[in-house]
Structures are given as structure tokens and as C-alpha cells.
């Protein structure tokens, strides 16, 4: 059997998240699990957002990501905000893990190589959709996901404030993950952990924030300050 189909019968059976006192879910190649989305579930992004075909998304990401285009274009941020990907099923992401190489080799013939920058089927962020790879159109110079985003207007944008609209960067220089730098790539948790939908993506990423931080990260708790009452004077 070709190793790229021996190796997807394996990765395509994505594990649950852990919660309290159970085992972390296994990592392959440095990734984590994680559940497909059902496709039924999922809303399509604003008209002209993806820049090819269609970028579908968990419907509680939308308010937080239409605020983010705008406040972006407000802030004159040169060209359009969009999307290289969004929601990938674990078919379409194993299509993209062994897309072929200029030889017209497989490039999963080599997966713990492919996996530095493409996670297996299975354990890809955006099978959840919660995930986007942001780029601009026109490109200013940099093409789709490479590591020169960052230095790109957007970039920089989106370093300074995503989490203000709900995204922190999953795959920040230098990670533990031990997987590639990816400053185009954003996960979506939430202002807070009570805003509709943050608590199942929080769920989620459970042990990706809590052992891989993301940077710039969401934090964990809400804290909220009330002025206490006065104390009643005791004689």
C-alpha cells in the first residue's frame, strides 16, 4: 500500500479535545487533534472575503470578524482584508498535506517533513471553523502564507489588534509546538470567554492554549471589578 494512503487511514480519525483530568489528545508531527465541523453547521464569510472559492466559517466568528474588516479598513490599512483559507475538512486538508511537488512527488511520502508547515488530516485548526489564514488583495509583495506577511501592513495590524476582535495567533515565532511560524494564521476564541460561541472554541483549543500559548493570546479568565458596598458601621 503507497505510504500516503496508509498514513491518511490513520490521520483522519481526529480525537476529541481533553477535558479536566483526562490525557491530553495525541499529537502527530507536533499538531493536535481535533473534529471536523459539520459542514451544515457553517456559514459563508462576507461576499468577496475569500479569494477563491468559498470561505466558510462557525457562525459566532462572523460578528467579531466583519468588526475586524472594518475597524482594519478604518484604520487605512492598504487594500482589502481576506481570507487564503478558512474551514478545510480533513479531505480537503489531506488533498493540501499531499499535494505534489514540482517532481510530481507526493510531499506526505516524507509527513513528519510536510508537517513542519501543513498539519496532517485530523489535527488542522481549520477543521474546526474557527480558523483563518488572513491576507490582502492587492498583494503588497508578499505572496499567500508566506512568513513575510508579518512585515506587511496587515500584518502588523493584526499583531497590534485580532484580539480585540476575538483572534490570537496560533503559531507564534519560535513555538513549542515545535510546528512553523505562521503569522497569517489566526484561531478564533473569543473577546471573552461569555461572548456566544467562545466557550466551544475555547473547549477546543483546551490544550493548545494551556501547553502551546498563543502570541498574541486571549486570556483565559474575565475578571470583572464591581465597586464593593459600603460596610455598615458597627458600634
Request: hydrophobic fraction near 40%.
Amino acid at each position: 500500500m503507497p505510504l500516503r494512503f496508509a498514513f491518511t487511514a490513520v490521520t483522519l480519525i481526529a480525537a476529541a479535545p481533553a477535558l479536566a483530568g483526562q490525557a491530553a489528545p495525541p499529537r502527530l508531527y507536533g499538531h493536535l487533534a481535533y473534529p471536523d465541523a459539520d459542514p451544515t453547521t457553517l456559514v459563508e464569510a462576507p461576499t468577496g472575503f475569500a479569494v477563491r472559492g468559498r470561505c466558510l466559517l462557525r457562525p459566532e466568528v462572523l460578528p467579531d470578524l466583519t468588526a475586524l474588516i472594518a475597524a482594519a479598513q478604518a484604520a487605512g490599512v492598504p487594500g482589502t482584508v481576506q481570507a487564503a483559507s478558512c474551514y478545510r475538512s480533513a479531505a480537503h486538508q489531506n488533498a493540501v498535506f499531499c499535494a505534489t511537488d514540482p517532481e510530481g512527488q507526493p510531499r506526505c511520502n516524507e509527513p513528519a517533513r510536510r508537517a513542519m508547515s501543513v498539519a496532517p488530516p485530523g489535527h488542522s485548526e481549520h477543521s474546526t471553523g474557527f480558523a483563518i489564514d488572513f491576507t490582502t488583495r492587492p498583494s503588497p509583495g508578499c505572496d499567500d502564507v508566506e512568513y513575510c506577511f508579518d512585515r506587511t501592513p496587515l500584518g502588523q495590524w493584526l499583531l497590534a489588534h485580532a484580539t480585540d476582535y476575538g483572534f490570537e495567533l496560533s503559531f507564534p515565532w519560535k513555538n513549542s509546538q515545535s510546528v512553523t511560524w505562521e503569522p497569517w494564521h489566526w484561531r478564533w476564541v473569543g473577546r471573552s470567554a461569555t461572548e456566544p460561541g467562545a466557550r466551544a472554541a475555547r473547549m477546543l483549543f483546551t490544550t493548545a492554549r494551556a501547553d502551546f500559548p498563543a502570541k498574541p493570546r486571549l486570556p483565559n479568565l474575565v475578571v470583572r471589578v464591581v465597586s464593593q458596598p459600603p460596610v455598615p458601621e458597627t458600634d
